[in-house]
Nanobody, 129 residues
Framework: QVVLVESGGGLVQAGGSLRLSCAAS????????MGWFRQAPGNEREFVAS????????TYADSVKGRFTISRDNAKNTGGLQMNSLKPEDTAVYYC??????????????????????WGQGTPVTVSS
């Protein structure tokens, strides 16, 4: 059974920072792109950032470019999302996801929610004004 578990969410003031982590039970995590998505109450889930299997490619939503940094440590079976200069509009439940990629896709980092097969339970982030 594939399990992803997010941690690190919480309450932070605007302008502050948080680091989210994602622990993955996936064997050979380098075969999977990892992504972060978020969902605010009443809104659809939206793409935040993604990283290819070996970390060679990263993609960010325009709303977080320059503020968030996605990372991964395949040896430790973890992914991370460093969030700096947080804004109230960043408030949401943040989800970690994993997307299996065959040899021809391992350099890619998908932005599409429907391409990710495995999902964590989410960790809430609240940014106060």
């Amino acid at each position: 059974q594939v399990v992803l578990v997010e941690s690190g969410g919480g309450l932070v003031q605007a302008g502050g920072s948080l680091r989210l982590s994602c622990a993955a039970s996936i064997r050979t995590l380098s075969l999977y792109a990892m992504g972060w998505f978020r969902q605010a109450p009443g809104n659809e889930r939206e793409f935040v950032a993604s990283i290819s299997g070996n970390g060679g490619t990263t993609t960010y939503a325009d709303s977080v470019k320059g503020r968030f940094t996605i990372s991964r440590d395949n040896a430790k079976n973890t992914g991370g999302l460093q969030m700096n200069s947080l804004k109230p509009e960043d408030t949401a439940v943040y989800y970690c996801a994993a997307d299996f990629a065959g040899p021809l896709r391992r350099a890619l980092a998908s932005t599409r929610e429907d391409e990710y097969e495995y999902w964590g339970q989410g960790t809430p982030v609240t940014v106060s004004s």
